[in-house]
């Protein structure tokens, strides 16, 4: 079974950059669908990208074209690369890995393997 291992979050004012990683362990992330969540406080969970084993990739409309999800097979991580971060981006990011393939809107009962999550603050 895969294990997963979040770092890369941090405190940052609005409209910079960071890029979190999920690193695996245990098996190939490319036999995987990928899914990126966040967590805000007192809200439900949301995914907000995701890749599928054939590198297709897919986000929510609230960061498209602002968040890229991708992966570097030989570190066997996927990444999720988050640019003009918003207040509203604040949150406790999780990757996670399912073995069968969905679509927007990730639902999370779906994923079976999660990190412990990372911390996004974005300040305005």
Request: glycine share 12%; aromatic share 10%; with cysteine.
């Amino acid at each position: 079974q895969v294990q997963l291992q979040e770092s890369g979050g941090g405190s940052v004012q609005s409209g910079g950059s960071l890029r979190l990683s999920c690193a695996a362990s245990g098996d190939n992330l490319r036999s995987y669908y990928m899914g990126w969540f966040r967590q805000a406080p007192g809200k439900e969970r949301e995914g907000v990208a995701a890749m599928d084993r054939d590198g297709s990739t897919t986000y929510i409309d609230s960061v498209k074209g602002r968040f890229t999800i991708s992966l570097d097979n030989a570190k066997n991580t996927v990444y999720l690369e988050m640019n003009s971060l918003k207040p509203e981006d604040t949150g406790m990011y999780y990757c996670a890995a399912a073995q069968t393939s969905y679509g927007i809107p990730l639902v999370p009962a779906d994923f079976g393997f999660w990190g412990q999550g990372t911390q996004v603050t974005v300040s305005s």
